[in-house]
């Protein structure tokens, strides 16, 4: 099953951890979106914050 996506942290478009690039790499958007959607869930809701960090324990780092 090769043509099975997984998700990653990205290591190229990396601001802090990498989560918002893997997400935009896995979902085929804008990393500027995924970015711009955190930061919405950070200051509105109040888990964006809690997910990101969860996301950055959990998910694994691209391979080289």
């Known amino acids: 099953m090769s043509g099975e996506k997984k998700l990653y942290r990205s290591r190229t478009d ?3 951890f990498g ?3 893997g ?3 896995y979902f085929d958007v804008d990393v ?3 970015r711009i959607l955190f930061l919405i869930g950070i ?3 109040g888990g ?3 997910a ?3 996301c950055a324990l959990v998910m694994p780092v691209e391979p080289i």
């Open 52 to 54: 990101y960090l969860i």
């Open 43 to 45: 200051f509105c809701v």
């Open 48 to 50: 964006g914050l809690l």
């Open 32 to 34: 500027t979106v995924v």
């Open 23 to 25: 997400m935009a790499k």
């Open 14 to 16: 990396s601001k802090i």
């Open 19 to 21: 989560v918002c690039g």
